[in-house]
T-cell receptor, first 115, second 115 residues
Framework: GAVVSQHPSRVICKSGTSVKIECRSLDFQATTMFWYRQFPKKSLMLMATSNEGSKATYEQGVEKDKFLINHASLTLSTLTVTSAHPEDSSFYIC???????????FGPGTRLTVT | AQSVAQPEDQVNVAEGNPLTVKCTYSVSGNPYLFWYVQYPNRGLQFLLKYITGDNLVKGSYGFEAEFNKSQTSFHLKKPSALVSDSALYFCAVRVNSNSGYALNFGKGTSLLVTP
């Protein structure tokens, strides 16, 4: 149980375009989903937290107009990187938590490359 | 601020030998501590957590961790390493983010188990 999927697993896009990444909890209802960014050989940086049906809360330094997050249902959150630039190239990982559980279940990640 | 530190970038151990991956924490109040493992180009997999109770916590794949309050440590251990244990290991602590509880990760420790 507690499986989280991400789609796509890998995406290459051109500068200036937008890219949407989906995060789904497959076998549980995720009241809260988290989006992280991971640079090569670096730790995960929390970008934002989304609760189903409400606006995402962004961490300091993360541009909410650039990284649009939508948590439309209890099993789906999306991250849209708008007007992508090469410096947005990174590994994006989502995680999901059910209710007040302490544990977060992580998706397999999405490798974004902006050319 | 609630944080964890992983002092080692890399740990090398021979297969069959015991392994230890170090983590220290800096937390006000009672810490909620976690260990995750990440294989290349994959998301994070939960290994174990300490919330309260016994200081020795047993987790997945034969891993365990000992919570030591006097040394503010939460080292990950395994009695006999396998080559397949080679991966990136992250210690994490639960923190209050802008929107509630999230995880702060250490920088990660790369474990290499040689045959």
């Amino acid at each position: 149980g507690a499986v989280v999927s991400q789609h796509p697993s890998r995406v290459i896009c051109k500068s200036g375009t937008s890219v949407k990444i989906e995060c789904r909890s497959l076998d549980f209802q995720a009241t809260t989903m988290f989006w992280y960014r991971q640079f090569p050989k670096k730790s995960l940086m929390l970008m934002a937290t989304s609760n189903e049906g409400s606006k995402a809360t962004y961490e300091q330094g993360v541009e909410k107009d650039k990284f649009l997050i939508n948590h439309a249902s209890l099993t789906l959150s999306t991250l849209t990187v708008t007007s992508a630039h090469p410096e947005d190239s990174s590994f994006y990982i989502c995680s999901a938590r059910a209710g007040s559980s302490y544990e977060q279940y992580f998706g397999p990640g999405t490798r974004l490359t902006v050319t | 601020a609630q944080s964890v530190a992983q002092p080692e970038d890399q740990v090398n151990v021979a297969e069959g030998n015991p392994l230890t991956v170090k983590c220290t924490y800096s937390v006000s109040g009672n810490p909620y501590l976690f260990w995750y493992v990440q294989y290349p180009n994959r998301g994070l997999q939960f290994l174990l957590k300490y919330i309260t109770g016994d200081n020795l916590v047993k987790g997945s794949y034969g891993f365990e961790a000992e919570f030591n309050k006097s040394q503010t440590s939460f080292h990950l251990k395994k009695p006999s390493a396998l080559v397949s244990d080679s991966a990136l290991y992250f210690c994490a602590v639960r923190v209050n983010s802008n929107s509630g509880y999230a995880l702060n990760f250490g920088k990660g420790t790369s474990l290499l188990v040689t045959p």
